[in-house]
């Protein structure tokens, strides 16, 4: 079974804090998105990663950077945290070829107090 | 610009009932699309998808209706069961080397025993 494990499910901080979430998967999948979720919004795309050190902007993409220095790991950080990134955030993965199914891990519910 | 519009925002039945949940996309690009399925403190996970070469696609009591011409696919659930109360999204990827994916904002459905 893919395993996607991201490194917090809850957590708290504070207004203008540095703050990373970190995420991991055991397939090795090429390529990794990370999303945030909001009630009445859906899924929406901050950022993906198609290959190591490899990065594209999604939807949303300000106010957050990524780093992915490994293949199966990808880190989203907010510079200065706000309150208006509070959120759950949601990493996914997904292999090269013709399936397009992606693979989520289980959240990090991110408040910014 | 949302591109993929995803109808009713929540749906509340009995079990044994058929709820349906619409979606309609607007890029004639998309070449797949996905159904997600998402309980409560789990990240979602893919149900079932379709590609536009076909109008319909089964697989055991869930199933997609897909027309091409109205740019639009819904989601069937036969015989539904209060295990299948969770939040479903619709999806859209334009294929190719990009494997983003475009979500409908969610629908909430509620199977009353």
């Known amino acids: 079974d893919v395993k996607v494990t991201q490194s917090s499910r809850y957590l708290v901080k504070r207004t203008g804090e540095k703050v990373f979430l970190e995420c991991v998967q055991d397939m090795d999948h090429e390529n990794m998105f990370w999303y945030r979720q909001d009630p009445g919004l859906g899924l929406r795309l901050i950022y993906f990663?198609?290959?190591?050190?490899?990065?594209e902007k999604g939807d949303i993409p300000e106010g957050y950077s990524v780093s992915r220095e490994k293949k199966e790991r990808f880190s989203l950080i907010l510079e200065s945290a706000s309150t208006n990134q509070t959120s759950m955030y949601l990493c996914?993965?997904?292999?090269?070829?013709?399936?397009?199914?992606?693979?989520f891990g289980p959240g990090t519910r991110l408040t910014v107090t | 610009q949302q591109q993929v519009k995803q109808s009713p925002q929540s749906l509340i039945v009995q079990k044994g009932g058929i709820p349906i949940i619409n979606c309609a996309y607007e890029?004639?690009?998309?070449?797949?699309f996905p159904w997600y399925q998402q309980f409560p403190g789990k990240g979602p996970a893919l149900l079932i998808a379709?590609?536009?070469?076909?109008s319909e696609k089964k697989e055991g009591r869930f199933t997609i209706s897909f027309n091409k011409s109205a740019k639009q696919f819904s989601l069937h659930i036969m015989d539904s069961q209060p295990g299948d109360s969770a939040t479903y999204f619709c999806?859209?990827?334009?294929?190719?080397?990009?494997?983003?994916?475009?979500f409908g904002k969610g629908t909430l459905l509620t199977v009353n025993p």
């Open positions: 379709i590609r536009p070469d076909v």
């Open positions: 990663s198609y290959d190591v050190k490899m990065k």
């Open positions: 996914a993965s997904l292999p090269d070829g013709e399936s397009y199914e992606q693979y």
């Open positions: 890029n004639t690009a998309f070449d797949y």
């Open positions: 999806a859209a990827n334009s294929g190719g080397s990009n494997y983003k994916l475009t």
